[in-house]
């Protein structure tokens, strides 16, 4: 009778096997990162157009605007109570409303169509229409990256040096 060993595997070659798993895993996770970004600008932009068609339905009777609890200029949109946009925040970490020309991330802000101002109206009356801006991380179909916007002037979100 005669005993056969069989053999395994050596270190080398389990570290190899290891070091390739790795190299693929960490390739993966780099391609997870770009599609999550991808994901959170796709957000914005159903985000902005969701709030788009919240603004309409509480125009009053002359077809304007109404903005109350949202009053200041760059106001967060969550903070917005008609229309309802509590619901309404950016899924990336910035907590800081987006100014008339942001430069980097920034949370969904509304301000005055003319800029700097409160809103729809103002002290006076004057109807001023609105602008929601944000901010995309890699873009989104034919939005680049950078300040995005849409207001009752657009009937289509806007980007970059047509954002006001």
């Known amino acids: 009778m005669r005993k056969t060993f069989t053999r395994g595997f050596t270190l080398i070659e389990l570290l190899v096997v290891i070091a390739i798993i790795g190299i693929l895993a960490s390739i993966v996770l780099v391609s997870l990162n770009s599609a999550r970004a991808k994901g959170r600008d796709a957000k914005r932009v159903a985000d902005l157009q969701q709030f788009q068609r919240a603004v309409a339905m509480s125009t009053n009777a002359n077809g304007l605007a109404n903005f109350s609890g949202c009053t200041t200029a760059n106001a967060l ?47 006076s009356g004057t109807y001023l229409g609105y602008t929601v801006r944000d901010w995309l991380e890699t873009g989104s179909g034919s939005l680049g990256t950078g300040v995005i916007c849409l207001g009752d002037a657009t009937s289509s979100i806007a980007s970059g040096a047509n954002c006001k």
């Open 77 to 123: 949109v969550s903070a917005c109570t008609d229309p309802n946009g509590t619901g309404f925040a950016d899924p990336g970490t910035s907590p800081t409303a987006c100014s008339a020309g942001p430069t980097s991330q920034c949370n969904y802000s509304v301000a005055s169509a003319a800029g700097g101002g409160a809103p729809a109206f103002s002290n």
